[in-house]
């Protein structure tokens, strides 16, 4: 009894230790991450989206930041990425971004919601104003546009305290009105003052 006992022990014990499972391989390194891309609101597909190369190749990302630009294009500096909206209608939009490796193999999609209604587009910087190269003056009547009485004047832009001596004869009430030209020699503007001068 005692060696059937025995056998029977062997027997579960070569039982066990051939039911165990090898242990698995290491699996390989991850690949570089070597481009991204983005769209708006609808999946065009992988490799449809708007492309972006990642600048050093990584496996891991943590500093990328997708940032929604209201005007310009896209550039990449450092991990971010500028995106241009200036083509999406007013509202509440979706931006999606997903990434591919040197194996060929893409990340999972995210997304993030933005509202492109809230923030208005920066103004473009208005035009360097021209320096003004002459003046003239008339009394009453408007003889045409560079056809007044020349007043000498440096050119500059700003003449706000320039001063100028218009003879007038006593008791006599005339209107008057100051023009400008800059270096086109295009008349630019009438100045005309708010009262008649007496």
């Known amino acids: 009894m005692i060696r059937l006992i025995i056998v029977a022990l062997c ?29 708006f609101d609808a999946d065009p597909g992988y490799g449809a989206g708007q492309s972006f190369t ?10 990328f930041n997708l940032t929604v630009n209201l005007t310009g294009a896209g550039a990449v500096n450092g991990f971010t990425y500028l995106t241009d909206v200036s083509g999406l209608t007013r509202g509440v939009h979706k931006v999606y971004v997903r990434s591919r490796d040197a194996a060929g193999k893409w990340s999972l999609t995210s997304f993030s919601q933005f509202d492109n209604t809230s923030v208005l ?13 002459q003046l003239e003056y008339f009394l009453d009547t408007d003889p045409g546009l560079g056809k007044g009485t020349r007043v000498s004047v440096t050119a500059g832009v700003d003449i706000s305290n320039y001063s100028i001596d218009i003879p007038l004869a006593a008791n006599d009430e005339f209107g008057s ?12 503007n009438h100045i005309d003052p708010p009262n008649r001068i007496a």
């Open 177 to 188: 009105t100051l023009a400008f030209i800059g270096p086109s020699l295009g008349w630019d």
């Open 54 to 63: 990642i600048p050093a190749p990584a496996t891991v990302l943590p500093n």
């Open 11 to 39: 027997c579960c014990v070569v039982q066990q230790t051939m039911a165990q499972q090898p242990y698995p391989a290491v699996p390989p390194p991850p690949a570089n991450i070597i481009r991204g891309e983005y769209f």
């Open 121 to 133: 587009p920066y103004p473009s910087a208005p035009a360097a104003p021209v320096a003004i190269s």
